[in-house]
């Protein structure tokens, strides 16, 4: 079993910048997908960005360009820098991992490691 505990969320201004980080604990090895989702209020779960073991990078459209993920292998760290932020942000934003390649986990329900969320709030 895997734990991910995400911290750094809190409450900005548009325009303002927050990083979250999620770090995982327990059988870490042979994780190959590493993403950030998030889910509004009454909205479905969306992915925002994932690496993988190859270090290959997506981001959703709506966060390209402003937001950027990275890992830190050696501490088992996962980073999601969010700049430039929209009140459209507002979220809770999940940490996630599976032992699959992230192009073979089309769905959110497909991982099978995840936190517990952190909040983000955006006001405008």
């Known amino acids: 079993q895997q734990q991910l505990a995400e911290s750094g969320g809190g409450s900005v201004q548009a325009g303002g910048s927050l990083t979250l980080t999620c770090v995982a604990s327990g059988y870490t090895y042979s994780t190959y997908c590493r993403a950030w989702f998030r889910q509004a209020p009454g909205k479905e779960r969306e992915r925002v960005a994932s690496i993988d073991g190859d270090d290959i990078i997506t981001y959703a459209d709506s966060v390209k360009g402003r937001f950027t993920i990275s890992k830190d292998n050696a501490r088992n760290t996962l980073s999601l820098q969010m700049n430039s932020l929209k009140p459209e942000d507002t979220a809770l934003y999940y940490c996630?991992?599976?032992?699959?390649?992230?192009?073979?986990?089309?769905?959110?329900?497909?991982?099978?490691?995840w936190g517990q969320g952190t909040p983000v709030t955006v006001s405008s």
């Open positions: 996630a991992a599976d032992h699959k390649y992230c192009s073979d986990l089309p769905q959110s329900r497909d991982f099978r490691y």
